[in-house]
């Protein structure tokens, strides 16, 4: 197969084939940025209600409020970072798509830079979990509920 013009339908589904791992990474990474882009609106919108909490608070509370926002604020860097890891992830999966057509229809030998791509491209995934992991653990430290609310009985479980 010299060019374009030999391509027949045997390797345009052989391509279409190999090419679907990587499809499937790309849905993958699609529906965690859904979850990531759901925590950032909750961040978002939690602390659009600390902020106007800010004002009419005094003491404790209002440390509490301090304490949250700042938590917030690294919360919103550590998941926008999730967000642009998946996001760099994805259009790395759709070059490693487009490098194994090009494979596969051109004749032109890109195992290399296809094994690269796909290691770069979950490596970023791997990160944007991890990223994810540590939002997730600012977001539970935050959630603890004060003693004040706690009955005596659930201390003593």
């Known amino acids: 197969m010299s060019g374009f013009s030999e391509i027949d339908g045997a390797d345009i589904v052989t391509v279409l084939q190999i090419a679907?791992?990587?499809?499937?990474?790309?849905?993958?990474?699609?529906a965690m940025l859904?979850?990531?882009?759901?925590?950032l609106?909750?961040?978002i919108d939690r602390s659009?209600?600390?902020?106007?909490?800010y004002k009419t608070t005094t003491g404790m509370d209002h440390d509490l409020v301090v304490a949250e926002l700042g938590d917030l604020q690294?919360?919103?860097?550590?998941?926008n970072s999730a967000i642009f890891l998946s996001v760099v992830s994805a259009i790395i999966a759709c070059m490693l798509i487009g490098m194994l057509f090009i494979m596969g229809l051109a004749s032109v030998d890109l195992s290399l830079g296809v094994a690269g791509?796909?290691?770069?491209?979950?490596?970023?995934?791997?990160?944007?979990?991890?990223?994810?992991?540590?939002?997730?653990?600012?977001?539970?430290?935050?959630?603890?509920?004060r003693e004040e609310y706690l009955e005596a009985s659930d201390r003593a479980k």
Do not use: Y
């Open 20 to 30: 679907m791992a990587p499809a499937f990474l790309l849905v993958g990474i699609g």
């Open 34 to 39: 859904n979850l990531f882009a759901g925590r």
């Open 41 to 43: 609106a909750r961040i």
């Open 48 to 53: 659009r209600d600390l902020q106007a909490l």
């Open 74 to 79: 690294v919360r919103l860097r550590v998941v």
């Open 117 to 145: 791509a796909f290691v770069v491209a979950i490596s970023l995934l791997s990160l944007a979990l991890v990223q994810f992991l540590r939002e997730v653990r600012i977001g539970v430290r935050d959630f603890m509920i």
